[in-house]
């Protein structure tokens, strides 16, 4: 039976939703993986949204928080906020409390990707607060490390994305991940997914 990775993100204007859709290519080329996207719900009102210049939402569907339990793998993607992730994903996790009383995401590998506006917003800190989160599920954290080869330590070219995961910056919004940060994205997937298939494997 092919292993379930769920890629569950927030994307306002659609930084996130790029990288999750490299993600998922990258998930799939394993053998064996099942790769799906999800949007956690809303919490701003379409007035609000549109005050904010933000776009359609795309008809990825809406995930519920007992959707989690069924996933052999969970990939969590938001943008930052204040450098920690973004009120609407962090309203998801607090509709967990059943599946934490239950413990029913315990031993399921996670990992994490995001965006920021800029180069100083949050790139480790985003990651490295959200796994408060994962921890509390008793959730294993796994982190891309340095497994992205050279190109982790590109310097002549802005690039996001860190040993805790692939990112992107926004900017003023009008910046979209580079080829650099969506090979990362790729990456992630393509290696997340493979632990994610060996844990199954050695649990079945």
Sequence with gaps: MAAKVYIVYYSMYGHVAKLAEEIQKGASSIEG????????PET??????????APSKTEVPVITPNDLAEADGILFGFPTR?????AQMKAFFDA????WRE????GKPAGIFYSTGTQGGGQETTPLTAITQLTHHGMLFVPVGYTFGAKMFEMENVKAGSP???GTFAGDGTRWPTTVELEQAFHQGQYFSGIAKKLKSSSA
């Design 82 to 86: 204040f450098g920690m992730m973004c």
């Design 44 to 53: 701003l009102s379409e007035e609000v949204l549109g005050k904010m210049g």
């Design 33 to 40: 993986v099942e790769a799906k996207l999800w949007q956690v």
């Design 164 to 166: 805790y995961g692939s």
């Design 96 to 99: 967990t409390g059943g599946l």
């Design 103 to 106: 413990q029913k995401l315990a």
